[in-house]
């Protein structure tokens, strides 16, 4: 059997880096001219991870699994506080067959996997979490996103053609914050635009991704809407779709081109609890 072992870096962050790292070191899903017959995911080094990447590993699990026929396994110290994190958030479960142990008043956001005719039970889970961690955001502000949010699972559904969507989260007590995010493998972006441009007989944009969030394109209902939720929240909102990557942080957006590509989108955001009075003018 051909076997390659994936070492997690120290640190893996929700920013440019770390997801320029996830997808380097996870191209061997994608590109498998080796012919690895199983891939080993090695956390024994790393004591940092954002929780809302796990989907993006998640999603590499199954590309492999589907394409390849790879069989992915995990391994870390039992002892490590982030084995204990991915037991307690699910992720160990859904992806690699382990334990599940959740624990009450716990601030993971749970590792989940949707099928795409999926949408109203990823919307009770997403009013979950709001109703337990954002307990003073509006309740319009908590109906709106959650519509919103709905919209980008739906535009996963339409546009990205998978056969699965992938969530995770984290919320922050210290700061107040909540980052979520939906991953799915499938059309890219870049493909959308690309097709839809060749029916309209237009030129295919420089920046795809930000062509596709603006409300005034077919592809954008849910980008669009979310967009501007994070815009106004102050929070932060990044996409990374094939190559491309863009960010809006602090109402700053930022876009650069990856030097991998990730086979399909990835979508993460980020709220501010503390934006109580979100919700009533800005929509």
């Given amino acids: 059997m051909i076997q390659k072992i994936i070492p997690i870096p120290l640190s893996v962050r929700s920013n440019y880096k770390g997801y320029s790292d ?21 956390f024994c080094d790393n004591i940092c991870f954002d929780t809302n990447m796990l989907p993006i590993i998640g999603a590499y699990v199954e590309y492999g699994a589907q394409n390849y026929r790879i ?13 204990q994190l991915f037991l307690r958030n ?35 889970y997403l009013e979950a979490q709001l109703m337990r961690y954002f307990k003073e955001m509006q309740k319009a502000a908590k109906r709106r996103l959650i519509a919103y949010m709905q919209g980008l699972f739906e535009n996963a559904r339409e546009h990205g ?11 922050f007590p210290s700061m107040r914050k909540m980052d979520i995010s939906i991953v799915n493998t499938g059309t890219t972006i870049k493909e959308s635009v690309s097709f839809s441009m060749r029916r309209s007989m237009r030129r295919l944009p420089a920046h795809c991704i930000e062509w596709a969030i603006k409300p005034e394109h077919a592809l954008s209902t849910g980008l669009a809407k979310v ?49 109580t009075d979100y919700g009533q003018d800005n929509l």
Avoid: W
């Fill in 22 to 42: 996830l997808l380097e070191i996870f191209d061997c899903y994608v590109e498998n001219e080796a012919g690895y017959q199983e891939i080993v995911v090695d």
């Fill in 71 to 83: 069989v992915s396994r995990y391994y870390n110290e039992s002892t490590s506080k982030i084995h």
């Fill in 90 to 124: 699910n992720f160990i479960k859904s992806c690699f067959g382990g334990s599940y142990k959740p624990l009450p008043n716990e601030t993971a956001i749970s590792f989940q996997v949707f099928h795409p005719d999926e949408v109203k039970k990823f919307a009770m």
């Fill in 161 to 171: 053609e998978c056969e699965k969507i992938y969530t995770c989260g984290q919320y």
């Fill in 227 to 275: 967009y501007e939720f994070v815009y106004h929240n102050n929070g932060k909102f990044q996409i990374i779709s094939g190559n491309e990557f863009l960010e809006l942080n602090e109402q700053i957006l930022r876009m650069e081109i990856l030097d991998y590509s990730f086979p399909g989108t990835i979508i993460n955001f980020e709220m501010d609890e503390k934006d």
